[in-house]
């Protein structure tokens, strides 16, 4: 992971001086790797091979899942369902 993400290391700009900030680049670059990334050996993304998904997501179908995701948030806590973003992860 190291090889693939700047963020471990101290060398660029990109370094991650938040840990909120790193947590959140290490949980883009896990669902980039697992998700959009083809690989060589398995032919497929570990998703697919897993059986999570049966297509290949791209850059957009991660955006377009973290936009719903967040209006989802919007709109129970403005109907008084949602208390806390952590009730949004089960």
């Known amino acids: 992971m190291r090889m693939h993400t700047r963020r471990f290391t101290r060398l660029t700009n990109g370094f991650s001086k938040k840990v909120e900030n790193h947590a959140l680049a290490v949980a883009l670059f896990t669902?980039?790797?697992?998700?959009?990334?083809i690989h060589k050996?398995?032919?497929?993304?570990?998703?697919m091979a897993a059986g999570v998904?049966?297509?290949?997501?791209?850059?957009?179908?991660?955006v377009k899942v973290l936009e719903d995701w967040e209006t989802m948030a919007s709109v129970l806590s403005h109907a008084?369902?949602?208390?806390?973003q952590s009730d949004l992860q089960s």
């Open 41 to 47: 050996t398995l032919r497929v993304t570990p998703a």
């Open 31 to 37: 669902t980039y790797y697992n998700f959009v990334r």
């Open 80 to 84: 008084g369902m949602l208390t806390d």
């Open 53 to 62: 998904t049966d297509k290949l997501w791209e850059i957009g179908s991660i």
